[in-house]
């Protein structure tokens, strides 16, 4: 079963917009990640947030962390055609088994 | 550093045919591990491997064997094929388990007829 739930299932903004992404799973973990992957490609890792951490950042992306609530959210900021993706949550659990979530498919229209 | 690499990339099978799918990373991880990931979905773990002559089952290991006798090779066997296998398989590796980032393949699409 899947351990991570992306919201919404699909986003459609313009460039230069913000896109935000949420994450909710059902136990405890050790870190969560965000992958992204473009049509037909493989997945690439964006961040690594761990269960004590609150926030991070990278670049234009911020990931929070709210393990009270099980939820984690994406933010992109000043989006671009060129992230037209999809982005997925995956959390690890110290048991080496990595859960997905089904993902979030953004559409960045030029 | 070709990282992960992946063989073939796609693949067309008839039901009941067995065949090998090719991973291999050049970083010296540990860790390595064989997800599906069919429409829709998110990715799910079938094996994965802690180190060379260790493996383990993931969350869907019906239908695949997995072997791992050199830390940079991780070939994935679908003994009898049946459609319900047909999907893209990705093969992943990361220096400390899932603690860390996970690094991917390409993907292999499979067809099963």
């Known amino acids: 079963s899947q351990q991570g739930e992306e919201d919404p299932q699909a986003l459609s903004i313009q460039e230069g917009e913000n896109a935000t992404m949420n994450c909710s799973y059902k136990?405890?973990?050790?870190?969560l990640q965000w992958y992204r992957q473009n049509s037909g490609r493989g997945l690439v890792h964006l961040i690594l947030?761990?269960?004590?951490?609150r926030e991070k950042h990278s670049g234009r992306l911020r990931v929070t962390l709210d393990t009270s609530k099980k939820s984690s959210s994406l933010l992109i900021t000043a989006s671009r055609a060129a992230d037209t993706a999809s982005y997925f949550c995956?959390?690890?659990?110290?048991?080496?088994?990595?859960?997905f979530g089904a993902g979030t498919r953004l559409t960045v229209k030029p | 550093n070709a990282g992960v690499t992946q063989t073939p990339k796609f693949q067309v099978l008839k039901t009941g045919q067995s065949m090998t799918l090719q991973c291999a990373q050049d970083m010296n991880h540990e860790y390595m591990s064989w997800y599906r990931q069919d429409p829709g979905m998110g990715l799910r773990l079938i094996h994965y491997s802690v180190g060379a002559g260790i493996t383990d089952q993931g969350e869907v290991p019906n239908g695949y064997n997995v072997s791992r006798s050199t830390t940079e090779d991780f070939p994935l066997r679908l003994l009898s094929a049946a459609p319900s296998q047909t999907s893209v398989y990705f093969c992943?590796?990361?220096?400390?388990?899932?603690?860390?980032?996970?690094?991917f393949g390409p993907g292999t699409r499979l067809l099963v007829l």
């Open positions: 947030i761990r269960s004590n951490e």
């Open positions: 136990t405890s973990i050790n870190n």
């Open positions: 992943a590796s990361g220096p400390m388990g899932t603690e860390e980032t996970q690094y």
């Open positions: 995956a959390t690890d659990a110290w048991n080496n088994d990595m859960r």
